[in-house]
């Protein structure tokens, strides 16, 4: 692979992914512009995660039959119009509009870069450029989140728009064809999950997503009612995990490949661990900073080392699970998020003292789930030692 075709890449996740922590902190503006309840404005959240968690599923396996440039040129095209849609939207139902086609065509990008990577690089480089490719993603959201205190809700999505539409002239023009690797139309999603080892991979991914979804996403109101910081105090806490989430992405893709797959995701873990557990206690501002660098590294780690591992499955499985990727991962999140309110309504150290002790039981079953999946590569020295390539697994 190119650096030009790498970057283009790296472009089209940062475009996508711009606005998508942004979208939360532009509800109540949003809200007070069309006077309308900030509840029924919330929707555009969800509105963008349904579709993407389903339309994620198409694109696998449609790069099998259609050429991976044309449908990224088309996406990126839709996606770039949807986010001038909600710029210009003069009613809350054209911007729902709008949020609904962002989610339908930007599902396509990580799936499409994951399995680009996989294909064009070779494995004992592919989590350095897996960490990059995401960091590109985790720059964006931050910056995207920053900007949303400073400029007009619709700034946020006519940047995406005007930035998208220049990557859309780079894709039509540099990214080379991939022709040469299309076959049949084919969705292999039930021969995928007959194999166990697939389905173990999956069954993890499900869960700390929906675990990890099921802490980040209630961390503001936690901070509000039992620290009782100002808003300022809690947006810079959340953005601590974003800004430290850019050199987890790096450090965890550099990871995967000179220490391995499954003891990058297990570092990930047992720090999400620590965290989830020390967050319970009154500690001071600069200790709960801390805290949430750790977090946000865990999740990085975590994400970076089953990234990684997802590109060095096999071929007839790779354009599933580059699209099962993100689609679980969205699904699993959304219902974190409801189960574990159930629980924080009533008690955050409950809500957190479980989590956490979830997070233990799957670190206890990851080489049950994970490291026997490591076995269908064939040709690694480290999928049975969880060790470097280059060091023959020790």
């Not at 993407?52 to 839709?78: N, Q, S, T, W």
């Not at 900007?147 to 700034?155: D, E, K, P, T």
């Not at 297990?266 to 709960?288: C, D, E, Q, R």
């Amino acid at each position: 692979m190119s650096a030009l075709t790498f970057f283009i890449l790296c472009l089209e996740g940062a475009v996508l992914s711009f606005n998508v922590a942004a979208t939360a902190a532009l509800v109540p503006s949003i809200a007070k512009d069309f006077a309308l309840s900030q509840f029924f404005v919330g929707k555009i959240i969800w509105l963008y995660m349904a579709p993407y968690g389903i339309a994620a599923l198409v694109y696998g396996p449609l790069i099998r039959a259609i050429d991976a440039k044309r449908v990224e040129l088309a996406c990126m095209f839709m996606f770039s119009a949807a986010n001038l849609l909600a710029a210009l939207a003069t009613s809350i139902y054209t911007l729902f509009l709008a949020r609904f086609l962002m989610g339908l065509f930007g599902a396509s990008v990580i799936p499409l870069g994951l399995i680009l990577i996989a294909r064009q690089l070779e494995s004992s480089s592919r989590g350095k450029y897996v960490g990059i490719f995401f960091s590109a993603t985790f720059v964006a959201s931050l910056l995207g989140l920053f900007l949303s205190g400073i400029l007009s809700w619709r700034w946020i999505y006519l940047i995406p728009a005007i930035c998208g539409f220049i990557t859309f002239l780079l894709i039509l023009i540099y990214l080379p064809s991939f022709k040469e690797d299309l076959g049949s139309f084919k969705i292999n999603y039930l021969q995928a999950f007959k194999n166990r080892n697939i389905a173990r991979i999956f069954s993890y991914i499900f869960f700390i997503s929906l675990i990890y979804h099921g802490i980040q996403q209630w961390l503001g109101v936690y901070f509000s009612k039992s620290f009782v910081f100002s808003q300022f105090i809690i947006s810079m806490l959340i953005t601590l995990t974003s800004l430290s989430g850019v050199f987890g992405e790096l450090v965890g893709g550099w990871f995967a490949d000179f220490l391995g797959r499954l003891k990058t995701v297990n570092l990930g873990i047992a720090l999400m661990i620590l965290s989830a557990f020390l967050i319970i206690f009154k500690l001071p501002l600069a200790i709960l900073a801390i805290i949430m660098i750790i977090w946000s590294l865990g999740w990085t780690f975590n994400h970076s080392g089953i990234s990684t591992l997802l590109t060095d499955l096999p071929q007839e499985f790779l354009n599933e699970a580059a699209s099962l990727n993100s689609s679980v991962r969205f699904l699993s999140g959304g219902i974190g998020v409801a189960l574990s309110g159930l629980i924080m309504q009533k008690s955050f150290s409950a809500g957190f003292l479980t989590l956490g002790a979830c997070l233990i039981l799957l670190r206890m079953f990851s080489r049950k789930l994970l490291g026997t999946p490591l076995k269908l590569i064939e040709g690694h020295p480290w999928n049975q030692s969880e060790g470097c390539p280059h060091q023959g697994g020790k």
